[in-house]
């Protein structure tokens, strides 16, 4: 069964782009495609799609709003924000409103289609940048006990990884092995942080590591 996905995208050009994009993809079904917030709470819900892709710069209503009123209706739903902003207060706002990934729009023709497998699988994929506010964030932080210690050389080397911002398959092709594999050490990687995401798991590797 393939999965629902919406788009929220106010510039026309960039929505038919999308969702050509999600079009290619067997896996994906588009559900639809809207040009404001206002619009997509009115007609989202009832669609009950899996995925959101979603725009932060909308009209009127922006989409960090959207997102966060999307999740009281559709708790279960997963957000990729995709938009051209860049700034760390636009990032963690979008994040505490329940977004899952976040990638500016330059990177969404290579990125977008596995981002949102990952997500489906419990990744929270991030654009390198964004990746790296993070890194700047939490470098301010107060830095807690080492609990990364405790991980295994090639447990730390996928977190590396994770932390510049690869999602998982790029991981396994950088490494030269199996994406199940991957996951498995990903999974191991939670386990010791006592994490359940991997922006949970960035974060607390980047405060001890600071």
Request: charged share 25%; hydrophobic share 45%.
């Amino acid at each position: 069964m393939r999965t629902g996905v919406v788009i929220v995208e106010d510039d026309r050009a960039v929505r038919e782009n999308l969702a050509a994009l999600i079009n290619m993809d067997d896996r994906l079904r588009l559900l639809g495609a809207f040009g404001s917030a206002e619009i997509a709470l009115r007609d989202v819900p009832a669609l009950q799609p899996a995925l959101a892709v979603m725009d932060i710069n909308l009209p009127r209503m922006n989409g960090i709003e959207c997102v966060a009123r999307l999740k009281l209706k559709l708790p279960s739903l997963h957000v990729l924000m995709l938009t051209v902003y860049e700034d760390d207060d636009s990032v963690f706002r979008a994040l505490k409103a329940g977004a899952s990934g976040y990638l500016v729009k330059r990177d969404a023709a290579e990125k977008l289609l596995n981002a949102l497998q990952e997500i489906q699988q419990g990744g929270a994929p991030m654009s390198a940048h964004i990746a790296r506010q993070v890194v700047q964030f939490f470098h301010r932080s107060e830095v807690p006990a080492a609990e990364s210690e405790h991980l295994s050389p090639r447990e730390t080397e996928i977190l590396d990884l994770l932390v510049q911002g690869l999602i998982l398959k790029e991981v396994a092709d950088q490494l030269g092995i199996g994406l199940e594999t991957v996951r498995t050490h990903v999974n191991h990687v939670y386990h010791k942080l006592h994490v359940r995401s991997r922006t949970e798991a960035i974060v607390k590797y980047l405060r001890q590591h600071p």
